[in-house]
């Protein structure tokens, strides 16, 4: 865990964020409450604040050294000294962008060694000038951290997005737990020189720093959302994986770190005004500052590690708990009452409890009602979750591609149709000895449960009756059965709907279409417009002359010449698995058409002889037109997450 | 925290990510990845993630008796295009290895073969 590119990262952080702080802690925090009189800092406070300043950016330059070396050594997968010498560092430095900001950031510590005495003048303090330059260089030393990292990698709006609210994150964290270094100085020094004067500079500048504290961490609990949504991308990831733990980690440690400000400033700063207790209240003022300076850098520390581990949203999330929460109970008639009768005796019990806690009058009454009502709901509780497994969220990596999906149709007939029946229904040949018996894979149940669930019982079996699969067929293959399983559910149900409801959403197989102008994109690629896919064979082909140039031509007969400006395919899995919708063979999709909506899902079929006639331009213009207006969104399409 | 690490590592080994911790990964290929094609391709493009650092990305093509037939040097586009000039390719299984470094300096390889003429 502690090799030695992550120990640099952090160092580094660390001591950029402490640079940086001091600037901000001077300025915004010092000089403000500064008592008039004394005009100035006191020289051995300045001496320190100086060594500080001076520490902290030698330790920055040394750590950046030996970051860049290390990288440069693991680019190139060279030993250090071979990195060094052979040129390698010069072309990480001019040719990538982490030896571009390495540069700039360079400079800027260069300027900063030059703002330092500037910073903390012998006298008086840093000119408005002065301190606003010294502020900017701080937070471009800190933002600039971010522009190597995992947010800068990321393309177009969300990258840019990403890229500045991770910079502002940066300066807000340099701010805070760079400041409580000097903040810990001004305590001890009170201690030290005691006094009426010192007390007041003491409860000031907690006063003063809790207030820039509130205005940090809410930069901080923002940006940091912001982050969480695109490096996450969920709850259960944030549970479920190494990023999202630490991230929980690092979480607790700031939730701490705002409970100890916030005893500073609510129970230790209005006991200073006594003059007896005073010394012991600043001797904890102090120590609570390095408490939460031990914080600040177990933080820094998780940052190094999350800098190099992958975002969670690129990996799958491991379900730490044998439940998940489920809203199933609320939208099934039969437990509908019962499911609403207890959110009612939840929210009614969580509302007495914080009536209590809010009004001292009846605050012991409404504690106990609200309690018991609570234990009352307790045991009814399991009726909002539901049975999940370690796998319960991970995502198929398949993009329901019609190949996945042919190559599941050929798996379970090998392996799941002589119990499920060859379609599907629960009903093969083995079924009728089994206990229990099995599923109906077409029964509404399967869109209630998730990607992740089928794979664990695939993979793992159910009971006596349902073997594991684990050991005979590769997580691809399980992946393909489920992507097969859906399908297969959804074009039974696609059979009945297509003509009449039209309101369905069912997500259409996808496959890849090679277009005249060369480009080969994804069916899925060109959601946001309607499709009209239409299925040629040889009994078809003078269909092709009376299509819109619009239509994706899929051409049953790979010697079929469509000519014109058609997007066409000719895989034989996309007839194979179109078929399965079409409620008909191979050979009988001749001929036949499906549309497409603008969200991806597939509405309508339509094949010769059927009425409304589609080669009749006017009666396909006005289905189109029905269907544009009324878009319907598709289960999510299984995600990309990149195996090749 | 082992532990942690070793269910991510096992996750990654299930998924066959040949890189563990990594960021720019293939989005698609031309040719597709695992794909036949009826003509020899004159160039191959990958498409990634992420913008990648051209100066530590490298792709080597290799036929089935492991000689290299790509032109070298692959140019780096936008949109995170990766683009290698292929020598005529005769029919046969080719395989790609791609090796990529993301602007956030961490490394991805990868492989994947695909078939030129029929079946």
Known sequence: ?644 | MRRLVAASSALFLLFGFEAAWAHAFLDHAEPRVGSSVAAAPRQLSLWFTQDLEPAFSTVEVHNSAGARVDQGKPRIGPANVMRVGLKPLPPGTYRVLWHALSVDTHTTEGSFSFHVGSH
């Not at chain 1, 695939?458 to 699969?469: E, N, Y």
């Not at chain 1, 140039?549 to 790979?558: E, N, W």
């Open chain 1, 1 to 644: 865990m502690f090799e030695p590119l992550m120990l640099a990262r952090t160092v580094h952080f660390a001591a950029a964020a402490m640079f940086s702080g001091l600037t901000f802690f001077v300025l915004f925090i010092a000089e403000p409450v500064w008592p008039r009189a004394l005009g100035r800092l006191e020289p051995a406070l300045r001496t320190q604040f100086v060594r500080l300043g001076w520490t902290m950016l030698a330790v920055s330059v040394a750590s950046g050294f030996a970051w860049l070396l290390l990288l440069t050594s693991r680019l190139t997968g060279q030993r250090l000294l071979p990195a060094m010498s052979e040129g390698a560092v010069w072309k990480v430095l001019t040719q990538t962008r982490f030896g571009q900001d390495w540069l700039v950031r360079a400079v800027l510590a260069l300027l900063l060694a030059i703002f330092i005495k500037r910073l903390l003048p012998l006298r008086g303090w840093p000119s408005r000038r002065d301190g606003a330059i010294a502020v900017l260089l701080s937070a471009v030393f800190m933002a600039s951290l971010g522009w190597a990292g995992h947010g800068g990698a990321n393309t177009g709006t969300p990258g840019l997005i990403q890229v500045a609210a991770d910079a502002l994150h940066l300066i807000a964290a340099g701010a805070w737990i760079g400041g409580l270094v000097p903040f810990a100085l001004v305590m001890a020094r009170a201690l030290r020189t005691r006094g009426e004067a010192w007390k007041a500079i003491a409860a000031n500048v907690t006063r003063r720093f809790s207030t820039f504290g509130v205005v940090v961490v809410t930069v901080l609990l923002l940006t940091g959302l912001s982050n969480t949504w695109f490096l996450v991308g969920g709850f259960p990831a944030l549970l479920g994986t190494a990023y999202g733990q630490l991230l929980l980690l690092k979480i607790a440690l700031v939730i701490a770190m705002v409970a100890v400000a916030a005893i500073n400033r609510l129970v230790l700063v209005p006991r200073l005004q006594d003059a007896a207790g005073a010394e012991r209240v600043l001797g904890r003022m102090r120590r609570n500052g390095l408490i939460e300076i031990a914080f600040g850098v177990a933080i820094m520390a998780i940052v190094g590690a999350l800098g190099t581990t992958p975002p969670a949203a690129h990996t799958q999330v491991q379900w730490p708990f044998p439940a998940r929460l489920s809203a199933a109970a609320l939208n099934d008639p039969a437990t509908r009452t019962e499911a609403l009768v207890l959110l009612a005796a939840m929210t009614a019990g969580t509302a007495l409890i914080l009536l209590g806690v809010l009004v001292r009058r009846v605050r012991w009454p409404m504690l106990a009602a609200g309690s018991i009502l609570l234990l009352l709901a307790l045991p009814w509780l399991g009726m909002f979750t539901v049975e999940a497994y370690p796998t319960s969220f991970y995502a198929s990596p398949t993009g329901f591609s019609v190949q996945s999906i042919a190559a599941g149709e050929a798996l379970f007939l090998q392996n799941c149709s002589s119990c499920h029946g060859l379609d599907g229904h629960g009903d093969g040949p083995a079924a009728k000895d089994l206990q229990p018996p099995p599923a109906d894979l077409t029964a509404g149940h399967i869109y209630a449960h998730s990607d992740g669930d089928l794979f664990w019982w695939i993979t793992h079996g159910i009971g006596d009756a349902m073997p594991a699969f684990g050991a005979t067929l590769d997580p691809t293959g399980r992946w393909n059965l489920i992507d097969f399983i859906h399908a297969n559910a959804d074009a039974t149900r696609f059979g009945s709907a297509a003509d009449a409801g039209m309101r369905n959403a069912f997500l259409a197989p996808d496959f890849v279409v090679d277009c005249a102008d060369g480009s080969s994109p994804l069916m899925g690629d060109m959601r946001g417009r309607i499709l009209h896919l239409v299925f040629v064979g040889v009994h078809t082909v003078a269909r092709v002359r009376t299509l819109e140039p619009t239509a994706i031509v899929v051409r049953l007969d790979p010697t079929i010449s469509v000519g014109g400006s058609f997007c066409s395919a000719d895989d034989p899995d996309v007839a194979k698995v179109f078929a399965l919708y079409a409620g008909s063979s191979v050979e009988e999709l001749d001929g036949t058409e499906f549309i497409v909506d603008q969200l991806g899902s597939l509405r309508s079929s339509w094949h010769p002889g059927l009425v409304p006639d589609w080669t009749d331009p006017k009666v396909f213009a006005q289905v189109v037109e029905t269907i544009r207006r009324t878009p319907s969104a598709p289960r999510a399409a299984p995600g990309h997450i990149h195996t090749h």
